[in-house]
């Protein structure tokens, strides 16, 4: 694929090209589907490890003396209560309590957040940021240009990067942060990821990330390590059971319609943006939930795919279907949907999925379907 006018490239553009990687056009981005099989891609990430380009997602820094007051009143969590160091996963959302992204922010100083949206989401989030600003003595800026975004995911990652770096991974927990060197270079140094397994992610200055990328590429050869794309990034958060926006997470949806109230903290002090409407959607969610985000495991070979409709063994539609996919490690296709509360107790018999006109039958399972061994 070529770059068209409107997409972007990353840093590591031309390393996907030479790679010989399928690209396509993501949020805006030309970005590496696959390089190979992303069946293979998947299976290295759960039994080594896989090197993906991250640079597409969103970096925005709020600084000042009011950076976690902002931060409370703009966003669902209690970013001001993070220590210096960790990292938080949480949502913006706007006045009626949708979505407008999910988000994770990491506190890199007492005064210094580091907010990282979803590529299609940076703009809004960016706006939003900035008109809440208002009254707050802090500073928001729009960082993309300033970072590049490196994933190294899998069981042996932190072999892997333990071998480029002198920051002490075995210390650094899950969903925390520190600065460090890998490959003789400046970088924040996460462990957090979007698969499922330990792994970590590298901020880096642009300039860097073509170095960074071949020290884990010959880092990481004998452990069997790849290059991993887009494709097998999604069936590894399905099979983890995370959520991707614009499927799982919409402004038509809360936290709690997501069954991740648990992000929200409605008893923070000072109020934020859409309280009143969260807590009234903390309250319907406790008594009864229109519609519950469930996984299902089809029996047969078919895929349910997202936007099909999910009914009961009467053909009464009840749900529908947001992501669907083979699952490389089950075997067997998998999709996550919202469907009434009444069909969504894993076990509920007779639910199946209307895939062309034929209804597929599937299991209703709770989530995640998958979960690494500790």
Not at 17 to 24: E, H, S
Not at 36 to 51: C, D, F, I, K, M
Not at 209 to 231: Q, S
Not at 243 to 271: I, N, S, W
Request: charged share 20%; glycine share 12%.
């Amino acid at each position: 694929m070529e770059p068209t006018p409107m997409s972007r490239t990353t840093p590591l553009d031309a390393t996907h090209t030479a790679l010989g990687a399928v690209m396509t056009d993501f949020a805006g981005w030309r970005m590496p589907l696959r390089y190979g099989s992303e069946r293979a891609e998947h299976q290295a990430v759960r039994t080594a490890a896989g090197l993906f380009d991250l640079s597409h997602m969103g970096e925005i820094t709020v600084t000042g003396p009011a950076a976690g007051a902002l931060l409370d009143h703009a966003l669902v969590g209690e970013p001001s209560a993070l220590a210096v160091g960790r990292a938080r996963y949480t949502m913006i959302c706007d006045e009626r309590g949708g979505i407008l992204d999910d988000l994770i922010v990491y506190r890199l100083g007492a005064e210094e957040f580091l907010v990282v949206a979803n590529a299609a989401n940076t703009d809004p989030v960016l706006t939003a940021l900035t008109e809440r600003r208002a009254g707050f003595d802090a500073t928001v800026r729009d960082d993309r240009e300033r970072y590049a975004l490196i994933a190294v995911q899998g069981p042996a990652s932190p072999a892997v990067l333990g071998r480029l770096t002198d920051a002490d991974l075995a210390s650094l927990r899950y969903y925390a942060g520190l600065p460090g060197t890998v490959a003789g270079r400046p970088a924040m140094i996460a462990r957090t990821g979007y698969t499922g397994e330990d792994g970590f992610e590298l901020f880096c200055a642009p300039e860097d990330a073509e170095t960074l990328w071949r020290a884990l590429t010959d880092a990481g050869a004998a452990d069997g390590l790849v290059p991993c794309g887009l494709a097998c990034r999604d069936t590894l958060r399905l099979e983890a059971g995370m959520p991707l926006y614009g499927h799982e997470l919409t402004t038509d949806t809360t936290p709690f319609d997501a069954g991740l109230g648990r992000v929200v903290k409605l008893g923070k002090p000072g109020g934020f943006v859409g309280r009143e409407a969260l807590a009234a959607a903390a309250e319907r969610a406790e008594r009864q939930p229109p519609r519950v985000l469930v996984g299902l495991v089809a029996r047969g070979r078919r895929v349910p795919r997202a936007g099909y409709p999910v009914v009961a063994a009467d053909g009464t539609v009840i749900g529908e279907v947001t992501s669907g996919a083979p699952s490389p490690t089950l075997g067997r296709p998998i999709a996550m949907a919202y469907v009434d509360a009444a069909h969504a107790a894993p076990g509920t018999e007779g639910v199946a999925v209307d895939v062309r006109g034929t209804h597929e039958p599937c299991d209703v399972v709770a989530l995640p379907f998958y979960r690494r061994q500790k």
